[in-house]
Every structure is written in C-alpha cells, then in structure tokens.
C-alpha cells in the first residue's frame, strides 16, 4: 500500500562513478539555473529590500569603516569578494549569490544520488529545485539565504561520502561536513537547523541499532553511522563546526576591536579579541531576542511580516522591487512556484504517514531535515519572513521528488500519469510566474492574473 513512497536499499544499487546521464542532466540543470540567475543580473539598480544592508557591509570590510550587523559575518566576506572581483556595482554585489544559488539544485541532486545512487530520482529533484521562484529571485540580489542552505547541503553530502570511505579519507570528509555546518550558521544563526538535522539523524540511527537492530539493513549508506569512533563525533562534528565558526570571526574582531582603535601587542591581544568575541554574541543574541518586531500586535511592524504556519501554503510573499513605466509594470516578487510548493506539502505529509507503516531511511531523513529547519520557527515570535522557510523547503522539494519518482516507477498507469501531470503543471508554473521572478516588463493585467490572492480574499493569503 505504501510502497510507492519509498526507496531501495542504498546497499542493493551499485555506484556508477561516471553515470553519463547524471553527469549531462545535472551540467543541464546548472547551466540553465546560473543562466536565469546572471541574465539581466544588474538590470535592477541596487539596493533591493535586504541589499541596503548586506552589500554595504561588505564595503564596510572592504573600506575598514565599523558598523553593526545582526548576523556573523561569512555572508558579507563572500558579498565582498565579488565587489573585489567585479566592482562597486549591482555584479558586484549579487554575483556571489548567483553562483550559490546556481549550485542549489545541483546539490540537492547531489544529495539525492548519494542518498539511494538512483539516477532518475535525483535528477527529478535537481529539476524541482530549478523550478522554484523564491530560491531564483533571492540569489539574484545580494542576499545571504542561498549562502546559508548551499553550505547546509554540502554538509549532508560530505557525511554520505565520509560513510563510504574509510580511515583518513572518512575523517578527512566528516571534518568537512562539520566544517560547512560551521560554515552555515556563520552565515546567521538558522543555519543551526541543519546540524539539529544531522543530530537528529544520527540519534535515530543510535537509536535502531539499540532498540531495533534487525530494522538497521532499511538504512543503508546511515548504518554506518554506527561505526564512526567516539573521537569522530568529538573533532568533526564538535570541534570543527565551532573552529569554523570562530575562525570566520576573526578578520572581523581583527578589524574591529571593541571599544579601542587597535588591538593591543604581545599577549594581550588574544584576550581583547575573546572579550570582544564576547560582547559581539551578546548584542547578537539581543538583537535576535528582544527586537520589537511582533507578529499579531496592533502595530504593523513591516508589510511583509508571516507567521510560520503560513510559509509552506505561501501566504505572504514579499515584494522585492516594482516600478511602472507607462503601462508596462516591472515587479520583482520573492514567491515560490505555487504548484512545487502545494504539492510538496502534502508529499511531507504523505511521507509521515506512509513511515508509520513502513520504516525506510530516504523518507526518515527527508523528514527529519524537514521538521530540523521547520519547526524551530514555532517558538519565534519576533517579525518573520517567507525566505526563513528557504532550509526547510529544500527538503520539502526532495519529499515531492521522493513521491513523484515513486509514482512514476509504479506499475498502475494512473499513478504514472499523474505523477507526469504534476511535473507539467509544476514546469508550466515556473514559465508562467517568470516574469516577477526575473522582473520582466507586464501589463497590469498580466500582472493581476498572477495575483491570485488579494487583500479581503481568503484569510491569510496576501500576494500583493
């Protein structure tokens, strides 16, 4: 009954190292995704929403001027090495964000292929994730969510090929994973969803191989979660995520010592830096904590604010840019594609079900990622936006690919009709909602016919 929703065993699939297919489908999927990422890239003049803070900031580094930012500083560095390459300009500014966010889709492929070494599924989510609206218009301005879920998916592959190897190749490769966990949250602090993902993996594989062995066959490639050493938890996943973090941190404190002009010589100079590393996460944890910006109050603290229930639905989208030249609108709307997103949910939640009859580790590991990045949202209260949601929906889209390839490898037709009939309308989708994804110049009727939902319409639901 449920077998549709998941997977073989990753020890019953041989690797093909040069699968000629992946390698042409995903050289593919990553030309087209930087295509639409580096087309018209400075066409729109900065700054855009978030970009009157992030791109200026690296020019503070760039420039030695001080100033405060609620997130650690990874984000700004690598805003900052494309105005070193590109210029003070719109490239400038979004053209290391292009680039993170052409990779996305390659390795959300990436991770699927490591996951089960099934070609056609992982191309299906390469194709999925190449779709989606929000994922395209935030890396096409110089914002760091991309930075923060590319680093985030590195850290899951990375694990899957530690697994595979042995003796220092494996310790090499775990450190890595650690490393871009490190790497994630060094962008701003959300990035933590995905090592609670990891945790959460890892205590489920624990977890089998003690209370239920004979169910740890189902996991595949994850058993062998179980014969990492007590010193590989300890130095990749302990150790290296914090180095990265604090190493990241440090041209920053360098730069900007608290409350001096310059750090001092000798040995004083490394307890300035930690008292200053110090004062730096106690403003940073304020910012996060006591910012009045509320959900729900009488006072409208930002026009785009969403409730966490709200994201996976797409409720509130956010409006990047507009401008109105004569009759011809050019509007930039941070919205995902709808019809990738209303059936992702429901595969997350088909997935659920279907694993309360029938454990498999491809749709526990989907999930666990999912509910990692998701949920924690639930006890934010300050104002929040539809990009938050950017780490959890990854894993959504790897869901819909999960159920989708299974439809189409089902013997019953119906079933593999329908699963190409979502596939179209999820393609047709993308094409159709283009134009406010890229900024293209519409009518204000062409405009309209793709606000679907209006203020006063359904509660809940904004598009304007």
């Not at 991770?111 to 929000?134: C, I, K, P, V």
């Not at 680093?151 to 494996?170: D, N, T, V």
């Not at 239920?212 to 302990?238: D, E, M, N, S, T």
Request: a positive charge; hydrophobic letters at 55%; aromatic letters at 14%.
């Amino acid at each position: 009954m449920v077998s549709w929703v998941t997977s073989r065993s990753h020890s019953s699939v041989q690797f093909e190292p040069r699968d000629r297919g992946l390698l042409i489908g995903g050289a593919l999927i990553f030309a087209i995704a930087l295509g639409l990422r580096l087309w018209g890239l400075g066409q729109i003049d900065p700054p855009v929403f978030d970009e009157v803070y992030f791109p200026k900031f690296a020019e503070n580094y760039l420039d030695g001027e001080r100033f405060f930012d609620g997130h650690p500083p990874l984000g700004k560095y690598l805003i900052a090495l494309g105005i070193l390459l590109f210029g003070r300009n719109a490239i400038g500014f979004r053209i290391t964000t292009a680039l993170f966010g052409a990779i996305v889709p390659i390795l959300v492929m990436g991770l699927l292929y490591r996951l089960t070494y099934r070609r056609n599924l992982a191309l299906l989510g390469g194709l999925l994730m190449l779709s989606d609206g929000l994922f395209l218009v935030e890396s096409r301005f110089g914002l760091m969510n991309v930075f923060l879920v590319a680093f985030g998916l590195l850290a899951q592959i990375f694990l899957l090929a530690g697994l595979e190897r042995r003796g220092w190749g494996r310790t090499l490769l775990l450190s890595c994973s650690g490393a871009m966990l490190g790497a994630s949250a060094a962008v701003k602090w959300n990035g933590l969803g995905f090592a609670l993902g990891l945790g959460l993996i890892g205590t489920m594989v624990w977890a089998i191989a003690l209370l239920r062995p004979k169910l740890l066959p189902r996991l595949g490639i994850l058993a062998r979660i179980v014969q990492l050493r007590w010193w590989h938890y300890l130095v990749c996943f302990g150790l290296m995520p914090i180095a990265m973090y604090v190493v990241q941190w440090l041209p920053h404190l360098w730069m900007y010592p608290r409350g001096v002009t310059e750090l001092p010589a000798g040995s004083d100079a490394l307890p300035a830096l930690w008292h200053t590393f110090q004062d730096l996460h106690r403003d940073l944890l304020g910012n996060h904590t006591n910012a009045n910006v509320g959900v729900g109050t009488d006072e409208v603290v930002h026009p785009y604010c969403s409730t966490w229930l709200s994201w996976p639905v797409l409720g509130r989208p956010i409006s990047y840019h507009f401008n109105a030249e004569g009759e011809l609108w050019s509007s930039v709307l941070a919205i995902g594609n709808p019809i990738l997103w209303w059936t992702a949910l429901p595969a997350v939640v088909g997935l659920a079900i279907a694993s309360c009859f029938r454990f498999r580790a491809l749709p526990a590991y989907v999930l666990l990622g999912y509910a990692a990045n998701y949920l924690p949202w639930m006890k934010v209260s300050r104002c929040l936006f539809l990009y938050h949601y950017m780490s959890a929906l990854a894993f959504s889209v790897m869901a819909l690919a999960v159920v989708l390839d299974g439809m189409l490898n089902h013997p019953r037709k119906s079933l593999r009709l329908t699963a190409l009939l979502v596939i179209g309308a999820i393609v047709m989708s993308q094409v159709f909602f283009m134009p406010l994804w890229l900024g293209l110049p519409v009518t204000s009727e062409q405009f309209y016919t793709r606000m679907w939902f209006r203020p006063g319409h359904w509660t809940g639901f904004n598009w304007v």
